[in-house]
């Protein structure tokens, strides 16, 4: 399966075509379109477990796989994988690269203000990669700040704003522009820890055996005496609240039946990880 149009370095890529991005009426009408098209553009990052493509050139993991099942279930039935750097999908979406971000993405105040989205489908606490043996005795962000450690992030994600939020200084947040990077950026001795979900820490950790790296204990990211709830769901350009009403609707049934939860156990998720939280909470800031 190809990749299709990759978006990298922060930047959109020029000379692309997009589609009209207008949304054309009351909820708009994305999903008459993809059902017209029979094809959603689904922009991923490539960050286990939440959207790769796997050895056989297949676009999977947590948040294609629910994707296509919901898609499916509204009478779309191909989908077209589109990479991204993490931090390129949202201009991505509102450029018409892509008709949904299938990441993962977690849902804040800060990117509502941007795109629609999905109630979520998972909740996932974050944790820390560290070198063998915890040599800093790191555990959470807390700590990372009395140790005066260096924290490794991925660009654009929530953990980058979060490490600036609490105090840590610009020169001790190490960015990294993907998930192999920066675990090879803790190996190397350029960041003391990574920052991560246990999900993802675990599913790369597993195809680096002998890493020389272990996983801290999980823990919910506090800011400001707010607790950061790692809660995903699906992106869509703002003004496409039809399809984000029809896709809720069908991943409420797919949740209460346990067809999400099946979906997801192949990449690590399990019980713990399910939610019942909504998008207007972690959009409002009242999920805790």
């Known amino acids: 399966m190809s990749l299709g149009l990759a978006v990298g370095g922060g930047a959109l890529a020029s000379g692309c075509t997009s589609i009209s991005v207008a949304a054309g009426g009351e909820g708009g009408n994305l999903l008459d379109r993809l059902r017209d098209s029979g094809t959603v553009r689904m922009g991923f990052a490539n960050e286990r477990p939440f959207g790769f493509i796997d050895a056989e050139g ?6 294609p796989e629910i994707g296509k099942a919901v898609f499916r279930r509204l009478g779309i039935d191909s989908f077209e994988p589109k990479l991204a750097d993490f931090s390129s999908l949202i201009p991505g979406l509102k450029a018409g690269l892509f008709d949904v971000i299938a990441a993962g ?5 800060e990117r509502c203000a941007e795109i629609e989205f999905t109630n979520p489908d998972y909740n996932a606490p974050a ?19 009395e140790k005066r450690a260096r924290i490794g992030v991925l660009t654009g994600s929530v953990e980058q704003g979060y490490a600036a939020e609490v105090g840590v200084p610009n020169g001790r947040i190490i960015v990294f522009p993907d998930q192999s990077s920066g675990i090879d950026g803790v190996r190397a001795g350029r960041a003391d820890c990574l920052m991560l979900t246990r999900l993802s820490l675990v599913s790369a ?20 005496g707010e607790k950061q709830f790692g809660a995903g769901g699906f992106g869509f350009r703002k003004g496409e609240t039809a399809i984000v009403r029809e896709f809720n609707r069908e991943l409420a049934a797919m949740q209460d039946s346990g067809e999400v939860l099946r979906a997801v156990r192949p990449f690590g998720f399990s019980q ?3 939610t019942g939280l909504t998008a207007q909470q972690l959009c409002t800031g009242t999920a805790g």
């Open 105 to 109: 993405m977690y849902i804040t105040p």
């Open 272 to 274: 713990d990880e399910m």
């Open 127 to 145: 944790a820390l990669l560290l070198r063998q043996g915890n040599p800093l005795d790191l555990s959470d962000l807390d700590s990372i700040v």
């Open 205 to 224: 950790l597993g195809e680096r055996p002998g890493s020389g790296l272990e996983i801290g204990e999980t823990f919910i990211p506090v800011v400001k």
């Open 58 to 63: 297949n676009l999977t993991g947590e948040a």
